[in-house]
């Protein structure tokens, strides 16, 4: 849905897009396996490269920068992105708690005169409990995430014909508090019209206990942003429902970001709360997806796109297939 996602987010992922959302939660879950596996067309490319048995092993392999390295050197150019998200969660109506984890990686050799073979890593971890409540009839909803977020950064640049040597003193670590907060308005008309709206690291927390790497670099401060959104839901046939959906992301402009690349539109058809159909657009580029959807089982295949450049709109194409999977009773 192009991420634009604040208004309609109704399960435990609600931590994370718009806590308000989990006064919508239908019934309790415990979800022990919640995992989102993504990687980028460069990645497919180069670990679908030979056999398809081999393509898991391959994947697996595209965590280590030196097997990274020896794949992508028939592909110079080509961006290597990998993501891996386990959220196992107990989520009711109005609170969730449960534990992120979070690894992704990057990789690329580039093709300029330079030449260098550049990796970059990321991994979050950490606690997350949130809380929900309602106002005028459940009209109004407001909530509050708290993530205790451990996070080790990694970025490294050699010479692509070198073994690649990652030690302990090449990463920055730190631990922060993370609070989110948000709101929904959901007035009771046709097509149930909704305004959202929600504030990332609402107390502007900066890292603690951090340790810089051998160059004297430290973590990136997480900016505090805020995110507004609207929607609409008709009620197109009996069991059919038609999300429509706009985002307009970092609406304080915290990032410096061109404006066509924070806005967000998405849409979703739901067909009895068991099938959905899904489309979007953000970051100037399409996405998309189907969803199924159980009592005890979630599947979404989806795909999205960033744009790799710095700076102006829709110049670099970096594109993207997630399979997220969730099980539980």
């Given at each position: 849905?192009?991420?634009?996602?604040?208004?309609k987010?109704?399960d435990?992922?609600?931590a994370?897009?718009?806590?308000a959302?989990l006064?919508?939660?239908?019934r309790?879950?415990?979800?022990?396996?919640?995992?989102?596996?993504e990687?980028?067309?460069g990645?497919?490319?180069?670990?679908?490269d030979?056999?398809?048995?081999?393509i898991?092993?391959?994947?697996?392999?595209s965590y280590?920068p030196?097997e990274?390295?020896?794949?992508?050197?028939k592909?110079?150019?080509?961006l290597?992105?990998?993501?891996?998200?386990?959220?196992p969660?107990?989520?009711a109506?109005?609170?969730?708690?449960?534990?992120l984890?979070?690894?992704?990686?990057?990789a690329?050799?580039?093709?300029?005169?330079a030449n260098?073979f550049e990796i970059?890593?990321?991994?979050?971890?950490g606690?997350?409990?949130?809380l929900?409540g309602?106002l005028?009839g459940?009209?109004?909803?407001?909530?509050?995430?708290a993530?205790?977020?451990?996070?080790?950064?990694l970025?490294?640049?050699?010479?692509?014909n070198?073994?690649?040597?990652v030690?302990?003193?090449?990463?920055?670590s730190g631990?922060?508090?993370q609070l989110?907060?948000?709101a929904?308005?959901t007035l009771?008309?046709?097509?149930?019209?909704?305004f959202a709206v929600?504030?990332r690291?609402?107390?502007n927390?900066?890292w603690?206990?951090?340790?810089?790497?051998t160059?004297?670099e430290?973590?990136?401060r997480?900016r505090?942003?805020?995110?507004a959104?609207?929607?609409?839901?008709?009620?197109i046939?009996?069991?059919t429902?038609?999300?429509?959906?706009?985002?307009l992301k970092d609406v304080n402009?915290s990032?410096d970001?061109?404006?066509k690349r924070?806005?967000?539109?998405g849409a979703?058809?739901?067909?009895?709360?068991?099938?959905f159909?899904r489309?979007?657009w953000?970051?100037?580029?399409?996405?998309?997806?189907?969803?199924?959807?159980?009592?005890?089982?979630i599947?979404?295949?989806?795909t999205?796109a960033?744009d790799?450049s710095?700076d102006g709109?829709?110049?670099e194409e970096?594109r993207?297939w997630?399979?997220?999977l969730?099980?539980?009773?």
């Amino acid at each position: 849905m192009g991420n634009a996602y604040i208004c309609k987010v109704d399960d435990a992922w609600s931590a994370f897009y718009n806590p308000a959302g989990l006064g919508t939660v239908r019934r309790p879950q415990f979800h022990l396996a919640n995992a989102h596996v993504e990687a980028s067309q460069g990645l497919m490319n180069a670990v679908g490269d030979g056999p398809a048995y081999k393509i898991p092993g391959k994947y697996i392999d595209s965590y280590d920068p030196e097997e990274m390295r020896s794949m992508l050197a028939k592909d110079q150019g080509k961006l290597s992105h990998s993501r891996l998200n386990l959220f196992p969660n107990f989520t009711a109506r109005g609170i969730t708690l449960g534990y992120l984890f979070s690894q992704r990686n990057r990789a690329i050799i580039n093709d300029d005169t330079a030449n260098k073979f550049e990796i970059a890593e990321r991994r979050d971890q950490g606690p997350i409990f949130a809380l929900n409540g309602g106002l005028f009839g459940g009209i109004l909803k407001v909530g509050a995430s708290a993530t205790y977020l451990f996070r080790r950064e990694l970025y490294k640049e050699i010479d692509p014909n070198d073994n690649v040597n990652v030690s302990k003193a090449d990463y920055t670590s730190g631990r922060s508090l993370q609070l989110t907060g948000g709101a929904r308005l959901t007035l009771p008309y046709d097509y149930l019209p909704t305004f959202a709206v929600v504030m990332r690291n609402a107390t502007n927390n900066n890292w603690e206990g951090e340790e810089k790497n051998t160059l004297g670099e430290g973590l990136s401060r997480i900016r505090q942003t805020i995110d507004a959104g609207v929607s609409i839901t008709p009620q197109i046939g009996k069991i059919t429902r038609l999300h429509l959906e706009a985002n307009l992301k970092d609406v304080n402009n915290s990032y410096d970001t061109d404006i066509k690349r924070r806005m967000a539109a998405g849409a979703e058809l739901d067909f009895g709360r068991r099938i959905f159909l899904r489309a979007g657009w953000g970051d100037g580029w399409g996405s998309g997806g189907i969803g199924v959807r159980s009592r005890t089982f979630i599947m979404d295949l989806s795909t999205y796109a960033v744009d790799r450049s710095l700076d102006g709109f829709r110049k670099e194409e970096d594109r993207r297939w997630v399979l997220s999977l969730s099980s539980g009773f």
